[in-house]
């Protein structure tokens, strides 16, 4: 089975552009998850998709926003790009409801500049 | 919300030896404990997970250990090599609850030669 695909690998914006993230989970998880690592905070949770709604969020601004599609692809939003939005993007799928644990990507690594 | 607090940050052992790694979280409804191991610039990869009806996982030299009254939990590698080296997260979730990973903080583990 192919992992969870994330792409672009990398990106490199400026302060005030947006950006979309796309990742694809693992054949038959429909369960998506999107987190956002950094050096000083740690992996940090954004929010999960399930069924193409949101079921959990974290404490993130508005500016982060996401979506899932029907084949349970999804695509995570930043507006109005902040230096500080510089990290690694990571997505985790998994199996829902079944109690499976979460498989990440790659990771996308934005730098704003 | 949850915290999950992580010790040591960095811990370096000599190959053959074992290694530990404690976690300690404030949500008494947690019940998924889950390891993450992160070698440099890859995805974070489950190494053992342990939910709250069990006490002790192992998983040939790797075992994990729960105390549901104190709150921790505790990563044990044994019969260290070098191939141990990467920087280790655990995380807490409530399964059929919100299940977002609420992530420590890592330990960087080195094994010396």
């Known amino acids: 089975k192919a992992g969870v695909t994330q792409t672009p690998r990398y990106l490199i914006k400026t302060r005030g552009q947006q950006v979309t993230l796309s990742c694809s989970p693992i054949s038959g998880h429909r369960s998506v998850s999107w987190y956002q690592q950094t050096p000083g905070q740690g992996l940090q949770f954004l929010f999960e998709?399930?069924?193409?709604?949101?079921?959990n969020k974290g404490n993130f601004p508005g500016r982060f926003s996401g979506r899932q599609f029907s084949n349970s692809r999804s695509e995570m939003n930043v507006s109005t790009l902040e230096l500080g939005d510089s990290a690694l993007y990571l997505c985790?799928?998994?199996?829902?409801?079944?109690?499976?644990?979460?498989?990440f990507g790659d990771g996308t690594r934005l730098s704003i500049l | 919300g949850e915290n999950v607090e992580q010790h040591p940050s960095t811990l370096s052992v000599q190959e053959g030896d074992s290694a530990v790694i404690k976690c300690t979280y404030s949500?008494?409804?947690?019940?998924?404990f889950p390891w993450y191991k992160q070698e440099l610039g890859k995805r974070p990869q489950l190494i053992i997970d342990i939910r709250s009806n069990v006490g002790e996982k192992k998983d040939q030299r790797i075992a994990v250990t729960l105390n549901k009254t104190a709150k921790h939990f505790s990563l044990h590698i044994t019969e260290t090599q070098p191939e141990d080296s990467a920087v280790y997260f655990c995380a807490a979730s409530i399964e059929k609850g919100n299940e977002k990973l609420t992530f420590g903080t890592g330990t960087r583990l080195t094994i010396i030669p």
């Open positions: 949500d008494s409804a947690s019940n998924y």
């Open positions: 985790a799928s998994r199996l829902r409801p079944e109690n499976q644990p979460q498989h």
């Open positions: 998709y399930f069924s193409e709604t949101q079921r």
